[in-house]
Structures are given as C-alpha cells and as structure tokens.
C-alpha cells in the first residue's frame, strides 16, 4: 500500500466518521432515541465510507 492510498484511507474514514457523528447527533436532537440515531449514525458512516472509496478506487 502506497503513501497516497494510506492517505486516502485515513481522509475516507475520518470524513466517514465525521459524517455519522453529524447525522446521528442531529437524529437524537430531532428526538429519535439514543439506540435509533446511533443505528442512523452508523449506517451514514457506512453509506460514506462506501461512497468516498469507490470514488478514490475509481482513480487509483
């Protein structure tokens, strides 16, 4: 594994995580229970993490 493709990993989950961190903390705001918006964190964090790294294998 290269430099660039460890890079691209890290930038692909930290982004993932930031992103079901949001939409979980904004389902449980919205007054989802806590169970509930972390199930709807986690799928984020999954769709994201999905998305951002088909796009940089794509590239590769």
Not at 2 to 26: P, Y
Not at 39 to 50: F, H, V
């Amino acid at each position: 594994m290269s430099k660039l493709q460890a890079l691209a990993l890290l930038l692909a989950l930290s982004v993932a995580f930031h992103i079901g961190c949001v939409a979980a903390f904004t389902a449980w705001r919205e007054g989802a229970r806590p169970g509930t918006a972390l199930l709807i964190g986690g799928s984020a964090t999954g769709a994201a993490c999905t998305l951002y790294l088909t796009a940089v294998g794509v590239y590769d």
